[in-house]
């Protein structure tokens, strides 16, 4: 059975403890979080005690934290992203989390495919000896250069074994395919290629994927309900059931808002989930 669940990046603005408490009283049983502060300061795995964390889950009665966002998670272009990264592994350990979401990033200006795609292993071969040392899952998000389609998905995939890496599948990120770089309160879409088709792209890559977003936006790229946009998060869904994947989809947006009104966003959103999972 699919999982259902809900990132507390909806309500990145708001208190850690008032967004649990909401996402919860929904009707939500799992939720992730990010250590992407200040965008999403919600988590910072310097200085929190993983327990805390644990803590706040038993706290509201849910049954699993299913995924931290890494710090620094533009690999190519952050150098920055190897420690940080590792730390955020370790602290997901600490605190239960199975897996850890990071991106490929956008490739720096003058970098050949090749030599980026050298940069990138050798990165991630440190990240992925943390993974396997944690016994967590490295999961790559549609989220830059390379991951945006399906044949930078399954290069990458290449890097490392279904032991500790995957993928955290986000079609919306490939349906308007662009880059984005969230950081200091602000993130900005840089649209470098034609959207793929979200289904078409999943099919391919289907058996790596660990975790995975439900995010919907409409015309203008705004953030919506899920279900009440241009995403077919519908085809995914059914491609992930077709398919006995028993992880989670998790709500995301890019957050920002009245708490209310994401308060609205997310009840929409659990409950077009829930049937069509359910169906």
């Known amino acids: 059975m699919i999982k259902l669940g809900c990132g507390t990046v909806l309500f990145r603005t708001f208190d850690l403890e008032r967004s649990l408490d909401a996402i919860r ?15 999403c300061p919600h988590v910072n795995v310097e200085k929190d005690d993983p327990e805390t964390l644990v803590r706040l889950k038993n706290k509201f009665g849910f ?21 940080s990264g590792v730390r ?7 605190a239960g989390i199975p897996v850890v979401h990071t991106g490929d990033g956008h490739k720096p200006e003058g970098l ?24 967590v899952t490295l999961a790559i998000e549609p989220h830059g250069t ?3 389609t399906i044949d930078g998905l399954k290069k990458i995939m290449k890097l490392g074994d279904e032991s500790c890496l995957g993928i955290n599948y ?9 880059y984005v770089e969230s950081g200091n309160g602000q993130s900005g879409w840089q649209g470098n290629a034609q959207g793929s088709s979200e289904t078409e792209v999943l099919k ?10 439900a995010k919907d936006v409409d015309a ?59 169906k």
Request: hydrophobic residues 40%; contains cysteine; negative net charge.
């Open 25 to 39: 009283n929904i009707g939500f049983e799992y939720f992730e979080t990010q250590a992407v502060g200040p965008w």
């Open 204 to 213: 391919g890559i289907i058996d790596r994927v660990v975790h995975c977003h």
């Open 170 to 178: 986000d079609g919306c990120n490939v349906f308007r395919a662009g």
């Open 88 to 94: 955020s592994i370790e602290w997901a350990a600490a």
């Open 220 to 278: 203008q790229g705004n953030c919506v309900a899920v279900g009440e946009g241009l995403v077919d998060v519908k085809g995914c869904v059914e491609l992930l059931k077709a398919s006995n994947y028993d992880g989670v989809v998790s709500v995301e947006t890019e957050g920002g808002g009245e708490f209310e009104q994401v308060v609205e966003l997310a009840t929409k959103s659990y409950r077009y989930l829930n049937e069509i999972i359910n």
């Open 146 to 148: 390379f991951s945006l």
């Open 63 to 83: 049954k699993g934290i299913t995924g931290l966002w890494s710090l620094n998670g533009n690999i190519l272009s952050n150098p920055n992203s190897v420690a």
């Open 112 to 135: 050949s495919d090749e030599d980026a795609y050298k940069v990138l292993d050798e990165r991630m071969q440190i990240l992925l000896e943390a993974a396997r040392k944690n016994n």
